[in-house]
Nanobody, 113 residues
Framework: QVRVVESGGGLVQAGGSLRLSCVAS????????VGWYRQAPGQSRDLVAS???????SYSNSVKGRFAISRDNAKNTVYLQMNDLKPEDTAVYYC???????WGPGTQVTVSS
């Protein structure tokens, strides 16, 4: 089965930027919807950005104008560019797509005030 690994997280100050990557072990992102999710301690795992098979992009209101999702189908990779980070963005970030039977390990993003 296809698995994914997220990377690129870290500790940054408010206003900083990070670029997250999600690499799949197979060709799963091309032709499918792909989303970035995040989960803070004690909270649910929520969708923050998505890109459809026809390249329609949507963002949650909390990240709109600051985050940008993109993908490189040839590399089986999805990216999340995160700008003007806020402490409220602190969470573990995961990628998801149809066909994935389990989440990847996620990558921790911590934003200090």
């Amino acid at each position: 089965q296809v698995r994914v690994v997220e990377s690129g997280g870290g500790l940054v100050q408010a206003g900083g930027s990070l670029r997250l990557s999600c690499v799949a072990s197979g060709s799963i992102f091309s032709g499918n919807d792909v989303g970035w999710y995040r989960q803070a301690p004690g909270q649910s795992r929520d969708l923050v950005a998505s890109i459809t098979s026809t390249d329609h992009i949507s963002y949650s209101n909390s990240v709109k104008g600051r985050f940008a999702i993109s993908r490189d189908n040839a590399k089986n990779t999805v990216y999340l560019q995160m700008n003007d980070l806020k402490p409220e963005d602190t969470a573990v970030y995961y990628c998801g797509a149809p066909g994935l039977t389990e989440w990847g390990p996620g990558t921790q993003v911590t934003v200090s005030s």
